[in-house]
């Protein structure tokens, strides 16, 4: 059976994480990938990520081109859609920011950003999960899951 290596809509915004997370450790020779996740909160992308502007801005995009994709030029299943729509609430909610609150004094993580680090770190697995089930390797950077 032939695997498709297609990459599903809800993994979008999980390649364009895994890649800034990529860039970042590029950037910074000898950091971790816990280090690496760390900077990426906080980053521009993450803010348009987490207020759901990235979302809203790639549904605006969809709408114009009547949810038609510009590479494959199929029509985007509506449950795609609504799928995506939960993934943006999902993401919200889960990388809500509030400023100043990253560490407390301990300089330990707060609650609220070890769960925007969970979900960061989750996303970035489940990117390279689809590249190891679709054979390709050669996308896997950060090798997470090993």
């Known amino acids: ?9 809800i993994l979008y ?19 971790t990938n816990i280090d690496a996740v760390d900077r990426f909160i906080g980053s521009e992308f993450y803010k348009e990520i987490s207020s759901g502007k990235f979302h809203d801005d790639w549904f605006e995009e969809l709408k114009k081109n009547n949810f038609v994709d510009k590479k494959t030029k199929k029509k985007i299943p509506e449950e795609t859609i609504r799928l995506l729509n939960i993934q943006k609430d999902m993401m919200v909610k889960q990388l809500i920011q509030f400023s100043g609150l990253y560490y ?24 390279e999960l689809w590249c190891k089930e679709t054979k390709q390797e050669n996308l896997i950077k950060l090798y997470m899951i090993d």
Request: proline share 6%; aromatic share 12%; with cysteine.
């Open 1 to 9: 059976m032939k695997i498709s290596k297609e990459k599903p809509y």
């Open 13 to 31: 915004v999980a390649e364009l994480i895994y890649l800034k997370v990529v860039q970042i450790k590029k950037e910074n020779p000898g950091i």
């Open 104 to 127: 407390a004094k301990s300089h330990y993580p707060l609650e609220i950003s070890q769960r925007a680090f969970d979900h960061l770190w989750r996303t970035c697995e489940s990117y």
